[in-house]
């Protein structure tokens, strides 16, 4: 019986196949994040850290987090969107490494995550998709065409949740930032990565 490819993928991406890094290489790193143009609008987001948020202990929010597919007509506000993406994706501290210091942890802090979110409707915002720049915590405008929201959920398969969530996220990986330091093995951890910020989203949501 032939190997299935995901049992291929474990394998070669053992330590043993593992080629040398360009880390290890002496090749620069990867730019923290994806360029922006300087001259690009920005939207900038209230800052988390000097917002009064609701009060509730961890083990409650564990114990009751749920899946649901069905949202409240509610707008959200700017300041709650503003939390949602700092827990996923926020960055306390650019260090002298140089790495960001984020909200969720990241395996070596290659952080090679871009957020994208889908508005459909927040206080203040046109409905359509816009990139978080998180260094800056702001948004950029990306596509606001009228027919973004159908072109999005047909790519997800026409999940109707995808439609009519107030926002929905999606997340790009810029691979380079993970392969320079850990290449093949890398994309393990972009697995692992993705959950912790999932799971961020949950609890913070």
Known sequence: MTESQGKTFWELTRYEHVPQSP???GLPQPPLELPIDPAAPRISLPDPRSMSTPSIDLWQAINRRRT????APTPLSLD???LLLWSTQGVREVSARPVTLRTVPSAGARHAFETYILVNTVEGLEPGIYRYAA????LLPYNLAEDVNSRFTA????QS???NSAVTFAWAVVMERMYWRYTERGYRYILLDAGHVCQNLYLAA
């Open 23 to 25: 880390q290890k290489l």
């Open 68 to 71: 649901v597919r069905n949202y």
């Open 80 to 82: 709650e969107l503003s």
């Open 135 to 138: 260094v800056e915590h702001a």
């Open 155 to 158: 790519a997800c398969l026409d």
């Open 161 to 163: 949740q995808v439609a």
